[in-house]
């Protein structure tokens, strides 16, 4: 029989028992052990950050490299027909439809994509963030005016109704809501927000309704906590792991939906390069043009992948009930 | 296992992904060998016909269909205004005093008797027309009778009243009292009058050259008050119950019934949701009354596909006879390069300019010296490209084509450039002297220069254009900020939008005539709020701005106005007509400078390998119907 580690036999044979300091494991500790063992999300992890370095320098870079601009055509990158042409030692991507490089259309598409799902998914964070904890932590009225709202927004037909808010708030110089909302990047950006915010305040009210019942907050509100202070150092600080669980997870939904918008050809404008808008120009060559397809298609896959990726990690890090 | 399942599912995305670009790159393989024969290969001129075998009667012809059949006012004659209805309306249901031969070219823009026994000449110095009706022509089911001059000006009467949802009424003005229906005044237009059976009598207020061209429009063809009657005030509602007076009838014709409470629509056509418009032959048609339709097919099915590719490949592969779809450049090299299919590609002059439009009133457009220079620095050879090459039309140099003016100004260009690719010295040269380059740069340095709002719509031409304008405005320190709007024409028809510019609009004829160009385009008393075509805004003064309540802001001072020189060109008949016409096209070049012309364009059709004879109408800009012939 083996002793229990902490405690050791003296060397002088008496038997005395010696008390071993604990090793302590942050949280933070713990989760990061329990991350790096996940090697897909690191793998995520890593892809992650060499795209948002693309997103960053990418397009620049990539103009500076191959001296095209990303709205520069190039007469001889179409045929006599206006077919593009496919990768060469210049234009190692090929040419567009309007004989534009592709390589360097790419790299700032990767600004577009990340910046588009980065910031709706943040703003979108941040609202149901509210929400959801306003709507669970005092219940009553409040619960159900805000969560009937969420589930208003849940039944819309979101891709029906973003064409609809995206035509419209796109039809004037000065965009919608006295020109909050301007045509381009940030209608694309508002329409998605407003249909993803109502996932994160769901989940949000999900746990604020469980956790206003846990001791720790019954022991705050016994010592005189407002309910501002409770929800604030009690509430928020639990809510982060699935925050940042749920954060990545939302941004390649959000990226795919910018995408789908722009595909449809209401998303970014033409001078604006963005993967979806790529794709919507392939779909008229995806036979001809193979190119056209697989880079941003690549580029799009491998995103929405690497953030996938990433977040099942973080979920199984965060979740110490889980089993790896 | 959940670990072991992510990097399944990676492996197994990673690995449909290379299938997938695989698979594309055999298909691109195999289009490469086409590519390659493409280099030596040149544009297909105009085809005014094709021959394929022995035309006969019998068959079936489809037509790929990619719009809907709401097209304007649901096919009613009355308020129908696409090219694409007054193909099938003019060739195969209905007969309007005046006609065409149904062929391409000056050939087809020439006018005919078709349900009047010949082209009148006016007389009470040109106020007054009188057509003597061909007998013989009835109306098919259900009304099978003999077609008089009263159906004439019941169709007239239902055109004069806007609740009946005319469209282009407005030809129709100089006819005496033609107003006062259209106010509510009189119930029936007393400058129109019905001597007898077999004659009407047109009373105009003022000469007016073009009013044949005018009496061979769809709205004018009769239009028996038996079934009219059942839609009076109901805009649209006749297009479901067309009673033929052509060779053709809508299937079903014969299966509904008067009067009007017993009235069903006719199977053949369901409006704007209906996925098909079958039509048959009339029993009603006699063919000795009609010298120039030939009517090969027993049959006409027009069938909805919304998918254009599978048009084009069904048409290739013999499913359709011919499409009214647009061809991608892809298909449009396909059809250049491969021999067996390239006879197949048939490409007609459309007798439409399509232009970029620049807003008088809104800077920097408020200087002719920037729209001049817009002329001398865009590169319309890359537009052209853009629409799929030389097939698609020529380089467009003014206003009208050289067609409409029995092809006239030809050689005119204002703006040439090397190649038609633009130049940026000349250009420059002109900046310099605009307001909006002050220190003399040869480039627009004014902030109004910069993020110019443009609108362009979202179909793939518009994304292969854009990048093309603005990197060619860049060259003379214009930049735009553009704005993608499906439908764009709603926006830039709003005149209190106030948009700079566009790069959407293009404009076909109604008839050979300018006035269609010029009459529409730019006369200040057709500037309306909404609806508007005159996009540069030609003539607006601050008291039109006014009274029309068109909300336009800007710069309203000084802005051009060519009415008297419209009016002068209306007044005038033949040669000195078309010479008016030509100098007033060099006028707007030079001294309104209102667009960018670029091209001039070809309407591409592809036929099916069963079709064994094709013509083309030039009066509607389609397949000409009435002649076309398919293997049975």
């Known amino acids: 029989m083996t002793n229990p580690p902490e405690f050791q036999v003296s060397s002088g044979g008496a038997l005395a028992l010696q008390p071993v300091a604990i090793a302590r494991k942050s949280p933070s500790r713990l989760f990061w052990e329990r991350f790096r063992q996940d090697k897909a999300a690191l793998v995520g992890l890593v892809v992650i950050g060499i795209l948002i370095l693309v997103a960053i320098f990418g397009g620049p870079l990539a103009a500076s490299i191959t001296g095209h601009g990303q709205n520069q055509t190039f007469d001889s990158m179409t045929d006599d027909f206006g077919v593009p042409k496919g990768p060469n030692s210049q234009f190692w991507f090929g040419a567009d439809s309007a004989g534009r490089d592709l390589f360097v259309r790419t790299m700032y598409g990767a600004r577009t994509s990340l910046f588009v799902g980065v910031v709706a998914s943040g703003i979108a964070l941040f609202i149901g963030l509210v929400v959801g904890l306003l709507a669970g932590f005092f219940g009553g009225i409040i619960d159900t005016v805000l969560s009937r709202t969420a589930d208003v927004l849940l039944a819309v037909p979101q891709i029906l109704i973003a064409v609809g808010v995206v035509a419209a708030c796109s039809t004037s110089k000065e965009g919608c809501l006295g020109g909050l909302i301007q045509p381009g990047l940030t209608v694309v950006i508002a329409v998605i927000t407003i249909f993803s915010w109502s996932y994160i305040a769901r989940i949000v009210r999900g746990y604020t309704l469980s956790l206003r019942e846990k001791e720790f907050v019954e022991a705050s509100r016994s010592l005189g906590a407002t309910n501002v202070r409770i929800l604030a150092t009690e509430i928020v600080p639990n809510l982060v792991g699935p925050l940042i669980v749920y954060a990545t997870l939302l941004i390649p939904t959000n990226i795919l939906f910018e995408a789908a918008l722009s595909y449809l050809g209401l998303g970014v404008p033409p001078d604006e390069a963005s993967w979806g808008s790529i794709l919507n120009d392939a779909s008229g060559y995806y036979d001809v043009a193979w190119w056209l397809m697989v880079f941003p298609g690549a580029f799009l896959i491998i995103t929405t992948l690497a953030f996938n990726l990433l977040g099942d990690g973080l979920r199984d890090a965060f979740d110490v009930r889980s089993e790896r | ?632």
């Not at chain 2, 120039?292 to 998918?307: A, L, M, Q, T």
């Not at chain 2, 491969?338 to 809104?362: A, E, F, H, V």
Request: hydrophobic residues 35%.
């Open chain 2, 1 to 632: 296992m959940r670990r072991s399942l992510r990097f399944v599912t990676l492996f197994a995305a990673v690995a449909a992904f290379a299938v997938l670009a695989a698979g594309c790159g055999s298909k691109k393989s195999s289009s490469s060998t086409t590519t390659s024969s493409s280099g030596s290969s040149s544009a297909p001129g105009v085809t005014a016909s094709y021959d394929n075998g022995t035309a006969a009667k019998g068959g079936t012809y489809t037509v790929g269909w990619e719009q809907s059949f709401g097209f304007t006012d649901n096919f009613d004659p009355t308020g129908e205004y696409l090219g694409n209805a007054w193909g099938i309306l003019d060739n195969l249901l209905i007969r309007p005093l005046m006609g065409y031969k149904h062929k391409a070219g000056a050939e087809g823009n020439e006018l005919i008797g078709d349900l009047a026994t010949d082209v009148p000449k006016p007389t009470d110095n040109g106020l007054t027309y009188t057509y003597k009706l061909r007998s013989g022509i009835k109306f098919g089911p259900p009304v099978n009778r003999v077609v008089t001059s009263k159906d004439v000006a019941y169709a007239m009467n239902r055109l004069a009243d806007p609740k009946n949802g005319g469209q282009y009424g407005f030809y129709y003005s100089v006819i005496k009292g033609w107003d006062d229906v259209g106010s509510g005044k009189a119930k029936t237009v007393t400058g129109i009058s019905t001597p007898d059976n077999q004659t009407i009598v047109f009373h105009l207020t003022k000469p007016t050259g073009d009013f044949n061209l005018r009496m061979g429009m769809p709205a004018t063809a009769p239009i028996p008050h038996e079934v009219g009657d059942c839609f009076a005030g109901k805009p649209g509602g006749y297009g479901r119950d067309i009673v033929s007076t052509g060779p053709y009838m809508i299937q079903g014709a014969g299966s509904v019934s008067l009067p009007c409470a017993s009235l069903k629509p006719m199977a053949g056509y369901q409006g704007d949701n209906g996925q098909k418009l079958i039509l048959v032959r009339n029993p009603s048609y006699d063919q000795s009354t009609d010298a120039y339709r030939k009517n090969y097919p027993d049959r006409f099915n027009f069938v909805i596909n919304s998918n254009a590719d599978d048009i084009y490949n069904k048409v290739q592969a013999g499913q359709y006879d011919d499409e009214t779809s647009s061809p991608q450049p892809k298909t449009i090299r396909e059809y250049t390069t491969n021999p067996n299919l390239k006879k197949r590609l048939l490409s007609n002059q459309g007798d439409r300019t399509w232009y970029l439009t620049m807003n008088l009133t809104q800077p920097p457009f408020d200087d002719i010296h920037i729209r001049k220079a817009m002329n001398l620095i865009i590169d319309k050879q890359a537009l052209r490209k853009a629409w799929g090459g030389p097939v698609l039309g020529s380089i467009a140099t003014h206003i009208a084509p050289p067609v409409m003016y029995n092809n006239g100004l030809t050689e005119y260009d204002p703006y040439s450039t090397p190649n038609d690719s633009g130049d940026v010295a000349k250009a420059a040269a002109e900046i310099k002297q605009s307001k909006y380059d002050p220190g003399k740069t040869g480039k627009c340095t004014a902030s109004a220069c910069k993020n110019v709002l443009m609108i362009a719509d979202t179909r793939a031409l518009d994304n292969r254009m854009v990048p093309v304008i603005e990197g060619d405005a860049a060259k003379i320190g214009i930049t735009f900020k553009v704005r993608s709007i499906n439908g764009a024409y709603t926006t830039i028809q709003t005149t209190n939008k106030n948009i700079p510019f566009s790069e959407r609009p293009g404009w076909g004829k109604d008839y050979a005539d300018p006035y269609t160009f010029f009459g529409e385009l730019f006369d200040s008393r057709a500037l309306i709020p909404s609806g508007n075509t005159n996009y540069s805004l030609v003539g607006i003064t601050p008291a039109i701005n006014k009274a029309k309540k068109l909300g336009v802001t800007g710069n309203l001072n000084g802005i051009p106005n060519v009415d008297s020189d419209i009016d002068a060109c209306q007044g005038k008949i033949g040669q000195a007509r078309t010479t008016c016409w030509e100098d007033l096209d060099k006028k707007m070049m030079t001294s309104v400078v209102p667009w960018v012309p670029y091209l001039w364009a070809n309407n591409a059709i592809i036929v099916g390998p069963n079709v064994t004879h094709w013509d083309y109408d030039q009066f509607s800009d389609t397949t000409a119907y009435s002649q076309v012939a398919v293997k049975q």
